[in-house]
């Protein structure tokens, strides 16, 4: 699992923890860290976004929570929290959007500002090609 292998130390670390009573949320934790790791790389190549799900222990019961490092750390207090869907009903508005976290992150790692307009065409193109694998995953 992406979790369990050893971190880089210079590369940003994307922290989620989400319920693990909905079995879906983990499956939404590894689709969300692809499709931001896909944008980061579009705009940065030298970015390599890794992951830690859950390193916490057991998080709280219905929760999804997002939070970004610079460099992986265990303590907490040194990570940039860009989502909580703690509160959010019903529980499909639980999980952001890369769009959603996209900006928060992008200002957390310090790289160049994701309001010019080839971060737009980045995120558009993620867009565009996340419909067709869906549509593609119903068929």
């Not at 939070?67 to 019903?90: E, F």
């Not at 957390?108 to 565009?128: G, I, K, M, W």
Request: charged letters at 25%; a positive charge; aromatic letters at 4%.
């Amino acid at each position: 699992m992406p979790d369990k292998s050893p971190l880089d130390p210079n590369q940003p670390v994307l922290y989620i923890e989400h319920c693990r009573y909905r079995q879906n949320y983990r499956r939404m934790a590894l689709n969300l860290h692809s499709t931001l790791a896909e944008a980061l790389r579009a705009i940065h190549p030298a970015v390599k976004l890794q992951l830690r799900i859950n390193d916490k222990g057991m998080p709280q019961i219905g929760s999804f929570e997002v939070s970004i490092a610079s460099n992986p750390t265990d303590d907490a207090k040194s990570r940039q929290r860009v989502w909580t869907g703690l509160r959010r009903m019903p529980s499909a508005s639980k999980i952001p959007h890369v769009d959603d976290i996209f900006t928060p992150v992008c200002h957390a790692l310090r790289l160049s500002d994701p309001q010019t307009e080839s971060h737009r065409r980045v995120l558009t193109n993620l867009r565009h090609s996340e419909g067709s694998r869906t549509r593609r995953q119903l068929q």
